[in-house]
Nanobody
Framework: QVQLVESGGGLVQPGGSLRLSCSAS????????MGWYRQGPGKERELVAT???????NYANSVKGRFTISRDNAKNTRYLQMNSLKPEDTAVYYC?????????????????WGQGTQVTVSS
């Protein structure tokens, strides 16, 4: 079993900052990619930012220059620093992880999701 534990959401005024964190634990051989997706009211879930085990990053155009994803491989933890927040950033943010698990002599790749954390940007 694998658990993704998120923290760091909350209410912030426009222009403010928040930092999300997501820690993976359990039966993990290695992590391929980890990051965040978000789902705003009445919208589909969308990519926010991801980072590979090698450090390559991918950002949604709407957050480039404002959000920064980083990692602590030793702790299987990823961080999302969100600056210059806008009301349109309001959403539930879900941690996502694609990882490898060893099953006997095989490695299998699986996707896991966190429980979601609410980010509200409002004055």
């Amino acid at each position: 079993q694998v658990q993704l534990v998120e923290s760091g959401g909350g209410l912030v005024q426009p222009g403010g900052s928040l930092r999300l964190s997501c820690s993976a634990s359990g039966s993990i051989f290695s992590i391929n990619v980890m990051g965040w997706y978000r789902q705003g009211p009445g919208k589909e879930r969308e990519l926010v930012a991801t980072i590979t085990n090698g450090g390559s990053t991918n950002y949604a155009n709407s957050v480039k220059g404002r959000f920064t994803i980083s990692r602590d491989n030793a702790k299987n933890t990823r961080y999302l620093q969100m600056n210059s927040l806008k009301p349109e950033d309001t959403a539930v943010y879900y941690c996502y992880c694609n990882l490898n698990q060893q099953r006997g002599w095989q490695l299998t790749s699986s996707d896991y999701w966190g429980q979601g954390t609410q980010v509200t940007v409002s004055s």
